[in-house]
């Protein structure tokens, strides 16, 4: 078998066997196939698409390429979660602990920021001591004892979705429905859990832009987890602007510590009700969502939502200090106002934006090498729907780096449109994707 039929096949827009996409994968995975001929074959395949069956295969192809983690010796359904990315999505941090103290085990492997997007280990980092380096022992008895473990990807978890990500990201070739699902659905078959809720992200901020899209997306992710037994639930949700008010890193875990004791914001508390009742009806735990819905609400009011948060930091090091006083938290050094410069409503905030104005703070990596500012972020203080005066405070941009404060404003200022009258709000849900079908009755209001 050669690399370059392979290449002119999917140019020639025809339909590649089971055997020319393992040849292509775990060729590329093992170094025999270089990027130029691997970044063809993407380019193609973005073109040309993969259909079902090419997908799957891709999807087998990629968790064949590394270890397959057994999660056998930890007790009860192991339930995992998974967002496509987005802007100020700290629903990890939350929905943790929250259906652990549901009595679900939660063992989960989380990444690190993207681009424009954020990413759960570097916010936890925020706490000092915190750490996803631990031995597998360790990782099952914490999810054992506590409910919840997050560690980070291994290299012997799906090797070829490191190196065909990266190259995508280099490539321009990441939005492509087929490419995508592979990349996540390989994680999450590879690392083992009976039962996975997808959150896929629609908008501005997100890989997808068009709820057509996104639903086509939680099709083809569904199809797959469900072909290979693993029950999957996915929830279409809104990335128009970026989740609650908080972007960054130590400044999110102070967001996501309000919402695990009820004070969160609307939208970040309601996303986490409804991916984390899902969470519970995929673990059989309950069989209506009021019912999952009001348990989790029960474990916020009780305290045992943050209680659980609380001994997960401590199983994995870090400093319970800084969770129960914030301000022990990384604080900045510099914080300044973006004021708005017109009366009217709040019509839009672009995400992808104020994520990238983020990474500029020094919240987020410009490079693979790049070092965090933990205290770095951006707290925005109008959302959309919100009425703002002339010379009002639209956002706080937080860093340790007093240079980047200018152009990081001039990039919140270009994200917000303000427009006299109220705007229509879009749904925060959208619907969900499951093996019963698609169901848009769910949609539910910011
Ligand atoms: N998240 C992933 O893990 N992979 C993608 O391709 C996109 C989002």
Redo the contacts with the bound molecule.
């Keep these: 078998m050669r690399i370059t039929d392979i290449i002119l096949k999917k140019r020639n827009g025809l339909k590649l066997s089971k055997e020319e996409i393992d040849f292509a994968v775990l060729g590329f995975a093992t170094g025999k196939i270089p990027d130029y001929q691997f970044a063809a074959l993407l380019m193609s395949i973005y073109f040309k698409g993969l259909d079902r069956d090419e997908t799957v295969e891709l999807t087998k192809a990629m968790v064949n390429s590394g270890d397959v983690i057994d999660l056998s010796a930890i007790k009860g359904v192991k339930v995992d979660k998974h967002s496509?990315?987005g802007v100020g999505d700290k629903t990890t941090l939350i929905l943790g602990p929250l259906v652990a103290a549901a009595g679900i085990k939660v063992p989960k492997l989380s990444?690190r920021g993207l681009g424009h997007t954020g990413g759960t280990i570097d916010k936890l980092e925020a706490i000092s001591g915190f750490s996803v380096d631990m031995s597998q022992e360790q990782f099952f008895k914490n999810v054992n004892e506590i409910g919840l473990a997050i560690g980070g990807q291994t290299k012997e978890l799906v090797p070829a979705d490191k190196k065909i990500?990266a190259l995508?990201d280099v490539t321009c070739t990441?939005d492509n429905i087929s490419?995508?699902a592979g990349?996540?659905m390989s994680?999450k078959i590879a690392s083992g859990a009976d039962k996975i809720v997808l959150d896929v992200k629609v908008g501005d901020g997100a890989?997808m832009s068009t709820t057509e899209d996104a639903f086509q997306l939680g099709k083809v992710m569904v199809d797959i987890g469900e072909g290979v037994g693993r029950e999957t639930v996915a929830v279409i949700t809104d990335m128009n602007q970026p989740l609650g008010h908080a972007v960054g890193n130590a400044i999110e875990v102070v967001e996501a510590i309000a919402t695990l004791k009820g004070n969160g914001p609307k939208d970040l508390h309601d996303l986490c009700m409804e991916l984390g009742s899902q969470m519970l009806l995929v673990s059989g735990l309950y069989s209506a969502k009021s019912e999952a819905q009001a348990c989790l609400e029960k474990l916020i009011k009780s305290g045992a939502a943050f209680a659980k948060f609380r001994a997960f930091i401590q199983a994995q090091g870090g400093n319970v200090e800084q969770v129960d006083d914030i301000f022990k938290l990384p604080q900045p050094e510099f914080s300044s106002e973006v004021v708005s410069p017109a009366e009217g409503y709040v019509h839009k905030i672009g995400a992808r934006n104020i994520g990238l104005a983020s990474v500029v703070l020094g919240a987020g990596r410009e490079t693979k090498e790049s070092k965090i500012d933990l205290s770095a972020g951006i707290y925005l203080n109008k959302k959309v729907g919100d009425s703002v005066k002339k010379g009002e405070s639209l956002a706080r941009v937080f860093t340790n780096n007093k240079e980047k404060t200018g152009p990081a404003k001039e990039m919140i200022l270009t994200s917000y449109v303000i427009l006299p009258g109220k705007p229509l709000l879009n749904p925060l849900v959208y619907g969900t994707v499951s093996a019963k079908g698609i169901n848009k009755e769910v949609l539910l209001k910011c």
Aim: aromatic share 16%; hydrophobic share 40%; net charge positive.
């Design positions: 496509t990315g990444g990500y995508r990441v490419l995508i990349s996540v994680k890989f």
